[in-house]
């Protein structure tokens, strides 16, 4: 297997593509705002978020005109520099004429003298003529994102590309390669192999790739949201320890808690703790502040809030919170962050710890209150639709 500079790229869909190339440094860069740097790319653009990443990372430059130009096809010189920046190859301004249609003065002759050299493009003719101004092919492309990512078939995985026999025999595989990752996904199943690949498109695959490629370097083989607070994040590797700061998700989702709950040298499991997921949303996995393949759907898996039926005190140092469903079910229901205890003049009264019968909430107070005392607890929306507040009273049910 061909050896090549790793980089901690951002996935999902964007857009991308330079006219100019450099040198691209690893990259740890948390979830990024909506592009604003080029003037044709909306906040809503669908390849906004990668572009804007991409950006920031001098993966892509856009025109002089500040302009990116989403729509353009993509062709192969383009293409070049894109992959020399992505895996942050040497490139050689000085560099002589790796095919027979560049010269030393050709402007993608750098780029390409790079990538040959790396293997990532083949040329034309029995390897003679790079053809720089070409157009890509999506069929090409696939190819192209296989040879360079060392993308492996995965065995027993289905691609479901409804229209696979348009392809060219010699790419069928690599475009089936690149479904069973998911860097190429439709709801239709088509891949439409012999159109043109647009600037936009380019940056959604080669960022999905680059994702893909990184989450198999750090052994990340599976997200799954357990409910609507918890995600079980899967290493095909031993993992003895987890830090909530090494997990993050686009988009933000507050991780509170993280938790290795099965270890072995084959797989590990880390379960998240986070603040409610919400319907209709897709979060994507940042795993020490670089972008994964994984996603997952709020719509699917976010459970219900839970409804609180009863809220008392209990005694002087203790508080309950009866709810309409079991408690245990969802982690962070238990999670002190989530309550916030004030005495009448708002002053937060400290919780020492909390514990989970069924569907009953105890919060333990570390010093016991006055009788008969006031105090206003709020539930955040991490465990209820919106943020609720009760008021309490504190009771001596020792006293006579």
Do not use: C
């Amino acid at each position: 297997m061909r050896t090549k500079t790793k980089v901690s790229l951002h996935l999902f869909i964007g857009t991308l593509l330079l006219s100019s190339f450099g040198v691209v440094s690893q990259l740890n860069v948390p979830p990024a705002a909506a592009a604003e740097d080029f003037r044709d790319v909306s906040e809503e653009y669908w390849a906004s978020d990668s572009i804007q990443r991409l950006s920031e990372q001098n993966i892509v430059n856009g025109y002089k005109d500040d302009t990116y130009r989403p729509g353009e096809n993509m062709n192969r010189g383009q293409t070049a520099a894109m992959l020399a920046n992505a895996f942050d190859l040497e490139v050689d301004p000085s560099a002589e004429a790796p095919f027979d249609d560049l010269t030393e003065e050709s402007y993608f002759t750098p780029a390409a003298a790079a990538i040959k050299k790396e293997g990532l493009i083949k040329g034309r003719e029995n390897n003679t003529q790079f053809a720089p101004a070409m157009e890509l092919s999506r069929e090409q492309m696939a190819t192209i994102m296989v040879r360079a990512f060392d993308l492996e078939e995965i065995e027993g995985s289905g691609a479901g590309i409804t229209d696979l026999e348009e392809a060219n025999e010699s790419h069928r595989n690599n475009i089936e390669i690149l479904a069973q990752y998911d860097i190429t996904s439709t709801e239709d199943g088509s891949f439409r192999p012999l159109e043109s690949v647009t600037r936009a498109q380019f940056a959604v695959f080669l960022e999905r790739a680059l994702a893909v490629d990184y989450s198999l370097e750090q052994g990340i083989t599976g997200v799954e949201a357990v409910d609507s607070t918890t995600v079980d994040v899967t290493f095909n590797q031993s993992v003895n320890s987890a830090v909530p700061g090494d997990f993050s998700f686009d988009p933000a989702l507050n991780v509170v808690g993280a938790e290795v709950t099965e270890s072995s040298n084959a797989e590990s499991i880390v379960r998240l703790t986070t603040e409610k997921l919400e319907k209709a949303k897709d979060y994507h996995l940042y795993y020490k502040n670089s972008l994964t393949s994984g996603k997952i759907a709020g719509e699917e898996n976010a459970a219900a809030a839970p409804v609180v039926e009863d809220v008392m005190g209990e005694g002087l140092k203790e508080v309950t919170i009866t709810f309409s469903q079991n408690a245990a079910d969802q982690e962070i229901i238990s999670n002190l962050n989530a309550y916030t205890l004030q005495d009448r003049n708002g002053n937060v009264i400290p919780i020492e710890r909390g514990s989970v019968e069924g569907d009953v909430v105890r919060l333990i107070l570390v010093e016991p209150r006055a009788e008969q005392e006031s105090a206003e607890l709020k539930i955040s929306e991490a465990v209820v639709e919106k943020e609720e507040i009760y008021h309490i009273a504190f009771y001596d049910e020792a006293a006579e």
